[in-house]
């Protein structure tokens, strides 16, 4: 079956799982209490699925993931950034629509 479609990341597996990719990366950084995040959450578990050959999907929880957070300015929720060979290629902040995430992933692609 492969690599899981969704994965969790944090600090410490960040590096190994999103900027060492053989892939472009979308990273969810989200909390637990963030109404838009939880909302926007299905949609991004769909894209996973969606997109699982083409690209990483990942979500950091940024309360229990401050360090990475800091290092890409994340300062409010939900952020979506776009990685490819290691570098940002861009960010999405806020409650989009699937059709915005799927325009957004195509980016990289």
Not at 60 to 87: C, H, Q, R, W
Request: aromatic share 8%.
């Amino acid at each position: 079956m492969g690599e899981e479609a969704l994965v969790h990341v944090g600090d410490g597996d960040f590096a190994e799982v999103v900027l060492k990719a053989d892939k472009p990366a979308l990273v969810d950084f989200w909390a637990p209490w963030c109404g838009p995040c939880k909302a926007i959450g299905p949609t991004i578990e769909a894209l996973a699925v969606q997109y699982r050959d083409q690209v990483r999907v990942a979500k950091m929880n940024i309360d229990d993931n401050p360090k990475t957070a800091a290092t890409y300015g994340v300062m409010s929720i939900p952020t979506l950034v776009l990685f490819k060979e290691g570098k940002v290629l861009d960010t999405l902040i806020g409650l989009v629509s699937k059709e915005r995430l799927e325009s957004f992933i195509q980016k990289a692609l």
